[in-house]
């Protein structure tokens, strides 16, 4: 009997970003699927009351320390204390995993640990107030292009680096390991790249077309300074493998951004 025969699924904050799209992967599977948002504490014990048969944890990069040597390994995670703005949220996430392990350890329960990196594409936040660096970065091009101004300003030095993942990869990676990974060790889930925040705000005022000055304010914080997985585990363990074209991908995300931003 294949593993995804008469299951039924429930995702968590499932109109969210990453939610949304593994939502529409088990739709489009042919599966039942039930949706709720976020639910602030208590999952896991929720989740092993009702019986439920196996249990998927999505963490965060920000889980990691601050400095931590490039490429990050799921072994440097208890390494040092999180970059500071995004501590409490990576604090918590961390909190999740520990939980994760005692239940395994206590009760038998199948519960499993993933550390994404940062997302983009289709369907991202691009509210200036909340959004993450590449849908900020894509509205404030294409904003200045429609308004006719020859200049953006960006936050910190430029200095930092990322990796970015599609978000259709993380959803693949997520159904993977859903199927095939069954241990308690965390699992980095990245695209194996980096790239300066100053690399990322050339390439995507070169794709939408901007052509103005981009202004760098280092009067406001860079974050962490190196953000780079290794993804050894993930592709030894259930062979995810990145598979979008960053140029491609942020192609995707800025027409996506486009044809909404026509529309309202």
């Known amino acids: 009997m294949s593993f995804w025969t008469d299951r039924r699924f ?4 499932g109109a969210g970003f990453i939610a949304s799209h593994i939502v529409d992967r088990y739709v489009h599977l042919g599966h039942e699927v039930n949706v709720l948002e976020n639910l602030s504490s208590g ?22 320390p601050k400095y931590t040597l490039v490429p990050f390994k799921e072994e440097n995670l ?7 703005t995004n501590a409490p949220y990576g604090l918590a996430k961390k909190m999740m995993l520990v939980q994760s392990q005692a239940y395994r350890q206590q009760y038998g329960f199948n519960s499993i640990f993933l550390l994404p990196v940062n997302l983009y ?15 900020a970065l894509i509205k404030k091009c294409v904003d200045a292009i429609q308004s006719k101004e020859n200049q953006i ?19 693949e990676a997520i159904l993977l390991a859903t199927e095939k990974y069954n241990k308690e ?77 026509k529309n309202s």
């Open 10 to 13: 429930l995702v968590t904050g």
């Open 43 to 64: 999952k896991l014990e929720q989740a092993r009351l009702f019986g439920v048969k196996k249990f998927v944890a999505v963490g965060t990069i920000c889980s990691y």
């Open 78 to 84: 208890w390494d040092g204390y999180p970059e500071e």
């Open 121 to 135: 594409g289709p369907g991202d936040n691009f509210d200036p107030k909340s959004s993450h660096v590449i849908p």
């Open 153 to 171: 300003v960006v936050w910190g030095t430029g200095k930092a680096t990322r990796e970015f993942l599609y978000v259709e990869d993380c959803a």
């Open 185 to 261: 060790d965390p699992v980095n889930i990245g695209a194996g790249f980096e790239i300066s925040i100053k690399e990322l705000a050339e390439l995507i005022a070169e794709l939408t077309g901007f052509k103005g000055r981009i202004v760098w304010d280092s009067t406001q914080p860079d974050g962490q300074p190196r953000r780079m997985l290794d993804t050894t585990r993930a592709f030894q363990e259930f062979g995810f493998k990145a598979r979008t074209n960053f140029r491609e991908g942020l192609k995707e995300a800025i027409e996506w951004y486009k044809e909404r931003s």
